[in-house]
């Protein structure tokens, strides 16, 4: 009998898209068949740039790859995964104060709808970069390129 396709959504933000962000699908890409890359449309947050803008600029950095998917989403994540058919849910941590929030949430999804979260830990080295670090510098004018990837590197 063939096994179900072991697919995850890696749900978030992503404003924008990091190189912390992409370590994460791109270390977890042996782990599953399809990884779909969520951005969560919070209509908090709604006023933070195009959704449609981000969602396209994460597709290019993943042309070349037919396991990972990017679509946008504004239901809860547990609704989205059932959606897309995942049983996993992808997430980062960078310190212990991720960690806490990341344990509550898996506990959530685990009990809302049976779904596993796979906790990967930043690498050493990607650890203080974060999206809200990254449109500070921003907003001063500042280079950030060396924290939103690129095409090339995607692989
Ligand atoms: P959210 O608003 O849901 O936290 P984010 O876009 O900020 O969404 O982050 C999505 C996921 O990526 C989260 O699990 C977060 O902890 C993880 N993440 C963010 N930056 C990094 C990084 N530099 N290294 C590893 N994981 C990260």
């Not at 962000?21 to 449309?41: K, M, N, Q, T, Y």
């Not at 809860?76 to 049983?87: I, P, T, Y």
């Not at 996993?88 to 506990?107: C, F, P």
Request: aromatic share 8%; with cysteine.
């Amino acid at each position: 009998m063939e096994k179900p396709a072991r697919i995850a959504i890696f749900p978030g933000s992503f404003n924008p898209f990091t190189t912390g962000h992409r370590s994460i699908v791109d270390r977890a890409r042996p782990l599953f068949d399809r990884i779909v890359i969520g951005i969560g449309i919070n209509a908090e947050k709604a006023e933070r740039g195009d959704v449609t803008a981000r969602v396209e600029a994460i597709k290019v950095l993943y042309a070349d790859c037919p396991d990972v998917e990017v679509q946008a989403f504004s239901t809860l994540a547990a609704d989205f995964a059932s959606q897309v058919g995942a049983r996993w849910i992808l997430r980062g941590v960078r310190s212990v104060k991720d960690y806490e929030y990341e344990l509550a949430m898996a506990d959530v999804n685990r009990r809302l709808a049976g779904l596993e979260t796979v906790i990967l830990p930043a690498l050493p080295e990607l650890g203080c970069v974060s999206s809200s670090l990254v449109r500070e510098l921003a907003s001063y004018g500042a280079d950030v390129s060396e924290f939103i990837p690129q095409r090339k590197d995607s692989k």
